[in-house]
């Protein structure tokens, strides 16, 4: 896919979230939006090459000699901010879990679900038997689906199939479907989401083999930037994810993690190998949180899975905040846990439930979803020399984003400069 | 607007809820869906003549004769179920409230943002100033994103005006936006919203004006089929809820009323006055339940409100499922506390925090909306002689309806026989 000269013009607020790109934004810098009225943004080969008002944009020159190659999108005074950054996504995997939804239901917790067969086994024998092109085809309609709600750049890991080859392959799939969408994916090895079945009992052994085997295979074969540990009560200890940390940077892997989801896990030992992010973090010690805040790793809450679990506690966001801890928001778009390809679903969630401003969502959503990916250089603002990645929304403020809920209100996303009418 | 024969076939499964038509379903017919797979559906001027599998439609001499004239549907192994029947919405506003979003995430309570001059009282002034047409096309596109979601028929009430001539101006633009959509509109005349500013202190005043000019008024002019009262602390009182009713009562118009959202009010004074429907229901006393359950009135719950407002605690819907009362859901659409046009996002919260299982909250969402509206004879089932309102979700089980959340899988709407594209 390769993108025209592109020029958007009559954007009511243009959310730019341009500024320091030292680090994830902080404290009072989370709802420092840089909002620019009557903008306008001129693309060249996917990137943005200016931002400015309607007026000084329709003067240019170059423009005025070139008007007729590019492809103009009159917004009509609608709201335009960065594309979206989905940093959690569990997206390879074959069928929504209708039975744990209802056991759930019928008041059965995670623990029970995943005793009774259910939980991520349930979705490990789909993934196996899965053939390739069938996988990469539901792969790619999710992507379709979470870019009609505005996310351009989306992490993805694998996690469903626990087995060399599966892994092998759930990673092979995310790259195929990358190829065919026109957004940014990122893709995660999480090898570690919890012991196969065949390994029942023997948790180090498994561990073992996703380091001495799965990881260098997937190094080997460049399939993913990061690896991933879901690191919990009933899932792996911190000392298999301090080994499983380990492999992955002695073959050159960035690091993120599942955190405090279900127990308290102690963070300072993990900070040495640098996480990208630590992610779920219901349960963090306030111990922890000034190496956090210290740190360049970004806590992502994902409050879907709160949500669609029917918790009634949420990820105290104000707490991480207030610390200086840079925060992340993403939809862990799962089969089990969080049915949900929107990130203005999340951003609801966070203004609703654990009392973020609409500005403080948003900039997680965008920015430092970036940064918990390592990829702020490109992603996660409107400015010139960044990937031209934008979603345009059918409200006059920013803050019916997450307003709006349940309901989906973005009508365009540019993804490297390619417009995708949602 | 004037509906061809339309004809359904390849129904993957097929939400009939047909049956027993003598009330609305209680305990365990709730969740008595009656699907029928690989079905089709036949409809002539606007109503449902047959139902059965596609191999019978293919099969019937009169269709075989008239083929050609029929619109033909494929349903591709899709969902198809009622039109959803959304029993409680405040449709006539100006303005999303976002100032009083923005308050709450930083604190205040209901009754906080309402003493600021938030609230049901910020609306009013929009209200009041705005020309029926422009107030016509915000409702009228409410109507549209409805239907967007699956919903068919509408309860759409005024109440943000509160003055005769603003109250008629609102349930005026409720007839000329239902004019302009193929589904179905119940205009409800809530003058009893909230006390307006130039009352203020003189409640008892403002509801013999209610009483005395504006329901004799409404009810001249045909503009509602029900009277609402927003009967809560703050709001209105039990005495002055009765007065209403009453008077309601003698201008032959039906009643419902919100109840027990804030704080408890006993019902069995109001059971005599044979309410359609009580609405939000958080707070009843255990006493009321056998009461309400021998009565044929519907207790309909709204949970996107309890959402919107941050709350842990839902209404208690097992508790009067289990003690026989007939429940529905709605949206509560409005722009203070429950911004969302969406009936399945009443059903995920529903069911993610009611612990209403998909079947119940499918048959809460439409037969028994249906009979929340007293049109149980027309709504809310797929059978013949009733209306031939339907929604297409592109699913493969209904129970993926409340599953995906903040994503909107409704592919088509039939209304009154009109079929409309998402």
């Known amino acids: 896919m390769r993108s025209k000269p592109l020029l958007l013009v009559n954007i009511g607020q243009l959310v730019t979230l341009r500024g320091s790109n030292v680090g994830p934004r902080r404290g009072s810098s989370l709802s420092k939006l840089a909002i620019i009225t009557d903008a306008a943004i001129l693309c060249l080969g996917g990137m943005v090459v200016s ?21 103009e999108i009159d917004c009509r005074s609608r709201v335009v901010l960065p594309g979206f950054v989905d940093s959690h996504t569990h997206p390879v995997f074959t069928c929504p879990r209708l039975v744990d939804f209802e056991k759930r239901i019928a008041g059965a917790n995670y623990e029970e679900i995943a005793e009774a067969g259910g939980g991520i086994r349930a979705s490990i024998e789909g993934v196996r038997k899965a ?28 996690g469903y199939g626990l087995s060399l080859e599966s892994e092998l392959k759930s990673l092979e799939v995310i790259r195929a479907a990358a190829r065919r969408w026109p957004g940014t994916v990122v893709p995660t090895f999480l090898g570690a989401h919890a012991v196969p079945p065949e390994y029942r009992g023997r948790s180090q052994e498994y561990v073992d083999s996703v380091c001495a085997a799965m990881i260098p295979a997937v190094a080997k074969a ?19 994810a301090a080994q499983i940390f380990k492999a992955a940077e002695e073959h050159g892997l960035a690091i993120r993690a599942h955190m405090g989801q279900l127990s308290e896990t102690r963070l300072e030992p993990f900070l040495r190998f640098k996480p990208a ?136 996303t540019v993804m490297n400069g390619i417009p995708a009418k949602v």
Chains 1, 2 share one sequence.
Not at 325 to 333: F, G, I, M, P, S
């Open 277 to 412: 992010s630590l992610d779920h973090m219901d349960y963090v010690n306030d111990a922890d949180l000034p190496a956090l805040a210290a740190s360049d790793t970004v806590a992502t809450f994902v409050p879907g899975a709160n949500y669609f679990l029917g918790l009634s506690r949420y990820p105290e966001a104000r707490r991480f905040i207030e610390a200086g801890v840079a925060v992340a928001l993403a939809t862990d778009y799962n089969p089990g846990s969080s049915p949900t390809q929107s990130m203005p679903m999340a951003m609801s969630l966070a203004c609703t439930h654990m009392k973020m401003t609409p500005a403080e969502a948003i900039a997680a959503a965008t920015i430092n979803g970036a940064w918990a990916l390592r990829l702020a250089d490109r992603k996660g603002s409107v400015e010139p020399g960044k990937d031209a990645d934008f979603a345009v929304f059918d409200v006059e403020d920013y803050r019916e984003i997450p307003y709006w809920f349940g309901v989906n209100r973005c009508e365009l």
């Open 51 to 71: 931002v400015g008002t309607t007026k000084d944009a329709l003067r240019d020159p170059w423009l005025k000699k070139n008007r007729k190659r590019v492809t």
């Open 222 to 240: 460049k399939l993913a930037r990061f690896v991933d540990v879901f690191c919990d009560r009933g899932a792996f200890s911190a000392e298999e």
């Open 131 to 158: 053939g390739k092109a069938a996988l990469t085809e539901l792969v790619a309609v999710a992507l379709e689906d979470m870019a009609r709600h505005g996310t351009t750049t989306v992490e993805a890991k694998s």
